[in-house]
C-alpha cells in the first residue's frame, strides 16, 4: 500500500470512530433526559423502576392537598382511578393546581412516596396531556365511568 493510501485510509479510520463516539454521547445524553409518563397503578406494579426518574400522571386527589403554613412543602395524592400514589413537592405550584384536576409530576420515588421535582398542572377547563388521558380512559373503562368526549379530552 502506497504512502497516499495508507494516510487516507488512516482518516477515514479516524473520522468513523469519531463518529461513533459522537453517536454514543448523544445516545447516553438523551437516555438521561428521558422521563416516561407512568400511573399511579403501573408505579404501585414496579413498572417504573426503584430509582428512576420518571413522571406520575393522573388526577389531583380530593381532600389530599396539605401544605403547612408558612411553607413550601406541599403533599398531595395522585389518582388514576384504580390507585393513589403520595407526592410531596417543595416550591411554589402552578396558579391552575388544585385537586381533581389533571396533573403531571416529574420525580423519583423515595420509599412510598414520590418526591416531584416539577408540577404541571392543566390549562384551561377542558385539557387534559394526551399520555394521561389515554390511561384515565383505561382506568375509567375498568369501573365502568363514564369518560368525556376524545375532543374535550385532547384540546
Do not use: C
Not at 102 to 109: Q, S
Amino acid at each position: 500500500m502506497n504512502p497516499v493510501r495508507r494516510r487516507r485510509l488512516l482518516w477515514v479510520i479516524a473520522l468513523v470512530v469519531a463518529a461513533g463516539i459522537a453517536t454514543t454521547l448523544v445516545a447516553m445524553a438523551l437516555q438521561r433526559n428521558i422521563a416516561y409518563l407512568y400511573t399511579p397503578s403501573e408505579v404501585l406494579r414496579g413498572e417504573a423502576g426503584e430509582h428512576a426518574r420518571f413522571r406520575l400522571g393522573g388526577m389531583v386527589a380530593a381532600d389530599s392537598f396539605k401544605r403547612a403554613p408558612g411553607s413550601l412543602e406541599a403533599t398531595f395524592r395522585v389518582t388514576d382511578g384504580d390507585a393513589q400514589m403520595p407526592v410531596r413537592y417543595t416550591g411554589i405550584l402552578p396558579d391552575l393546581f388544585r385537586e381533581k384536576q389533571a396533573v403531571v409530576a416529574t420525580g423519583r420515588m423515595q420509599g412510598d412516596t414520590f418526591v416531584a421535582e416539577e408540577i404541571l398542572a392543566k390549562h384551561d377547563e377542558t385539557y387534559m396531556p394526551k399520555e394521561v388521558a389515554d390511561k384515565m380512559g383505561v382506568a375509567h373503562k375498568k369501573h365502568d365511568v363514564a369518560t368525556p368526549t376524545a375532543e374535550e379530552g385532547r384540546n
